[in-house]
């Protein structure tokens, strides 16, 4: 079982940049895909990115293509969240998910990531 705790999330202003990270515990994540989702209030959880367990595919959702980043460090069991141009509607508490995905799954549905962190706050001032 996979541990995953995310940090990072705080204020920034309308432009900004931040960048959230995913650290697990308990076992590698280098055999599981990873992903990230955001909630706001009064909203489903909703899709963000999603990068293979190699790290060679990445996915998008279209309202942060361009303008967010997904990598990772398998060596380091972290995955990583890099935001630029946040805007007021990025406001949302994200969360890291893992799962045993592959090139035929789908990667943009919650349901088929097996674990979750408990989420950092992103906060984007107008």
């Known amino acids: 079982q996979v541990q995953l705790v995310e940090s990072g999330g705080r204020l920034v202003q309308t432009g900004g940049s931040l960048r959230v990270s995913c650290e697990a515990s308990?076992?590698?994540?280098?055999?599981?895909?990873m992903g990230w989702f955001r909630q706001a209030p009064g909203t489903e959880r909703e899709f963000v990115a999603a990068?293979?367990?190699?790290?060679?595919?990445?996915y998008y959702a279209d309202s942060v293509k361009g303008r967010f980043t997904i990598s990772r460090e398998n060596a380091k069991n972290t995955v990583y969240l890099q935001m630029n141009s946040l805007k007021p509607e990025d406001t949302a508490v994200y969360y890291c998910?893992?799962?045993?995905?592959?090139?035929?799954?789908?990667?943009?549905?919650?349901?088929?990531?097996?674990?979750w962190g408990q989420g950092t706050q992103v906060a984007v001032s107008k």
């Open positions: 998910a893992a799962g045993e995905l592959g090139l035929g799954s789908d990667w943009y549905t919650p349901l088929v990531y097996e674990e």
């Open positions: 308990g076992r590698t994540i280098s055999s599981y895909g």
């Open positions: 990068i293979s367990s190699s790290g060679s595919t990445t």
